[in-house]
């Protein structure tokens, strides 16, 4: 993905809470605790209704931070989790330094 597209994900009040909740999800999802925890990541109701957005929103910022590579989704049954992908942030931390 080129630079440009990494920062665009980025550029958004909303997708940035949504990573910085993603960072701590025992903290930022406590109703997570009673539906399994937290092996497979945060399920996407968590995050929506942590959100306060439209399940449309919330699904197009994810895809969108996805396509980025800051964050990993995976599929359980009829659910979808997430999480942070850690290395692409050493990476955009790599980049900045080297670059800007």
Same mark, same amino acid.
């Not at 997708?15 to 997570?32: A, D």
């Not at 931070?65 to 049954?77: D, H, M, N, P, S």
């Given at each position: 993905?080129?630079?440009?597209?990494?920062?665009?994900?980025?550029?958004?009040?909303?997708?940035?809470?949504?990573?910085?909740? #993603?960072? %701590? *999800?025992?903290?930022?999802? *406590?109703?997570?605790?009673?539906?399994?925890?937290?092996?497979?990541?945060?399920?996407?109701?968590?995050?929506?209704?942590?959100?306060?957005?439209?399940? @449309?929103?919330?699904? %197009?910022?994810? @895809?969108? #931070?996805?396509?980025?590579?800051?964050?990993?989704?995976?599929?359980?049954?009829?659910?979808?989790?997430?999480?942070?992908?850690?290395?692409?942030? %050493?990476?955009? @931390?790599? #980049?900045?330094?080297?670059?800007?």
């Amino acid at each position: 993905m080129e630079n440009i597209e990494l920062f665009k994900a980025l550029s958004n009040k909303s997708r940035l809470q949504m990573l910085e909740w #993603l960072k %701590e *999800p025992e903290i930022n999802f *406590p109703g997570q605790l009673e539906h399994g925890g937290f092996e497979h990541g945060v399920c996407v109701g968590q995050i929506q209704a942590k959100a306060g957005l439209t399940q @449309s929103t919330v699904s %197009e910022y994810l @895809s969108i #931070l996805q396509r980025a590579g800051f964050i990993e989704a995976k599929r359980v049954g009829q659910w979808t989790y997430y999480k942070r992908n850690e290395g692409a942030f %050493e990476a955009l @931390s790599k #980049l900045i330094q080297s670059n800007l």
